[in-house]
């Protein structure tokens, strides 16, 4: 088999391999780095419509909009004004049991967890009267992510503060003189959002078997999504 042969059989076999799938499938197409929180994912459904994720170590960046296949030109039309009005109502606490206390020392027992219900070891619970922090009081957390405060009445009206390397901080506002127990479950600090909103991008796109296609970027890297239909 000469060399001319074998040229026009690899090139079938590469236009075969690029060329599998005649369209985009509904459903999620994901590019995961390996070893890393770096995630991008296409979220392609009927009518044309595109959802784009992509998660760093930095930052998420979130867009939506139409999208055009045509001629292996993949163009996307982020729409404006991305909605993004959602607020999470929940308090980062809950009072399992309070109690009147006869002398004027006032017991706080606490429990600190993350989302996963596991406990959070060290972490931080504090209180001062209002700036003055020679009146502070700190305690941490065991290794079941639990701990005591203890303070007197003179401290009602101002705050309790949780705190974790790592998580978002909230407190808890002493109005009374009753002694407490609490559930707290700290979240993990979000990262920044960052909204493609108002723009066209255009990428070459040579799809692969199995409804999966390659994206080449604006520095002639190909990256691999992998289709998923749930």
Known sequence: ???KVLL???ILLFYHQFSFAQKLEPGKYVYDY?????TRIYNFKNDSIFEFYERTDIDITIGKGKYILKDSILTLLYESNYDNNKIDPDL???ITKEYFTYSDTIIFSFKITDNNNDPLVGAVVSLYKGNDLTSRIITKTNDKGKTKLKFDKSYNGNVINFTYVGYESCGYLISDSLSKAFEIRLKQLQLPV????NKTLRFVLRFDE????FIRDE???WSHFIYRNK
Do not use: A, E, R
């Open 210 to 213: 199995n409804n999966n296609f």
């Open 34 to 38: 390996p070893y890393t929180d770096y």
């Open 92 to 94: 980062c606490y809950k």
């Open 8 to 10: 026009i059989l690899f």
């Open 1 to 3: 088999m000469n060399q």
């Open 219 to 221: 520095w002639n890297h």
């Open 194 to 197: 960052l909204y493609i909103s």
